[in-house]
């Protein structure tokens, strides 16, 4: 397949759809930039829904409007894409179209219950892994269990990202605070405690809804 042709946008030139895909604190002045540079659609792929929907709401009114966030790094497409669709239309159908061809699980959801969910799948998620790679001393080979293991390769997963991404990921989305003081809790339990909040933890465990 070829690679796609990139080259700067001529000053006030405009196209069939605009997409914005910058980092997320960034998206705002973005798509107020680029979104009256769209003839039919514009779409954001930064990360957080509430914001960038708003923003095309306010400056492209008239135009379809989607948001997706690609819940996988490139390399490792398919995976989730859930979708808000606040402006139906024939580009963003193609788009969302497009995605389930490439085998790619593209599901629609709300601004509130996507930006609520990524309080736990990434602020709360990346949160509790960094801070077992702070934590965790090297250990000879031949020691780790199956959970240790598991959770030591998730560490290397997250350690190859960027860390400027994943500090914007901390700034938009509340849940570390909830790690926090869940380990606090953890470290100062006295035995029964422990116990009882182990029992807890597998009671009320996360489940898919």
Same mark, same amino acid.
């Given at each position: 397949?070829?690679?796609?042709?990139?080259?700067?946008?001529?000053?006030?030139?405009?196209?069939?759809?605009?997409?914005?895909?910058?980092?997320?604190?960034?998206?705002?002045?973005?798509?107020?930039?680029?979104?009256? #540079? &769209?003839? %039919?659609? *514009?779409?954001?792929? =930064?990360?957080?829904?509430?914001?960038?929907? +708003?923003?095309?709401? $306010?400056?492209?009114?008239?135009?379809?409007?989607?948001?997706?966030?690609?819940?996988?790094?490139?390399?490792?497409?398919?995976?989730?894409?859930?979708?808000?669709?606040?402006?139906?239309?024939?580009?963003?159908?193609?788009?969302?179209?497009?995605?389930?061809?490439?085998?790619?699980?593209?599901?629609?959801?709300?601004?509130?219950?996507?930006? #609520? &969910?990524? %309080?736990? *799948?990434?602020?709360? =998620?990346?949160?509790?892994?960094?801070?077992? +790679?702070?934590?965790? $001393?090297?250990?000879?080979?031949?020691?780790?269990?199956?959970?240790?293991?598991?959770?030591?390769?998730?560490?290397?997963?997250?350690?190859?990202?960027?860390?400027?991404?994943?500090?914007?990921?901390?700034?938009?989305?509340?849940?570390?605070?909830?790690?926090?003081?869940?380990?606090?809790?953890?470290?100062?339990?006295?035995?029964?405690?422990?116990?009882?909040?182990?029992?807890?933890?597998?009671?009320?465990?996360?489940?898919?809804?």
């Amino acid at each position: 397949m070829d690679r796609p042709r990139t080259r700067v946008a001529e000053p006030g030139e405009r196209f069939d759809a605009a997409c914005i895909a910058v980092p997320i604190p960034a998206a705002e002045a973005a798509i107020a930039t680029h979104a009256p #540079r &769209a003839r %039919e659609a *514009v779409f954001d792929l =930064t990360g957080t829904m509430e914001q960038p929907v +708003a923003a095309m709401r $306010e400056h492209a009114p008239d135009r379809e409007r989607l948001s997706l966030h690609p819940l996988f790094s490139p390399g490792n497409e398919p995976g989730n894409v859930p979708v808000v669709i606040d402006g139906d239309g024939p580009v963003g159908r193609t788009v969302t179209e497009t995605l389930a061809d490439r085998g790619n699980n593209v599901f629609e959801t709300t601004v509130e219950e996507h930006d #609520r &969910a990524m %309080e736990t *799948v990434q602020a709360r =998620t990346h949160a509790a892994v960094l801070a077992y +790679a702070i934590a965790a $001393e090297p250990i000879p080979e031949g020691f780790h269990t199956p959970v240790s293991e598991r959770l030591a390769a998730t560490a290397d997963g997250l350690l190859d990202g960027t860390p400027q991404v994943y500090a914007d990921i901390q700034a938009a989305f509340d849940g570390a605070e909830d790690v926090a003081a869940a380990v606090e809790e953890i470290a100062t339990a006295d035995r029964e405690h422990f116990e009882g909040l182990y029992e807890r933890a597998g009671r009320d465990r996360p489940r898919e809804k």
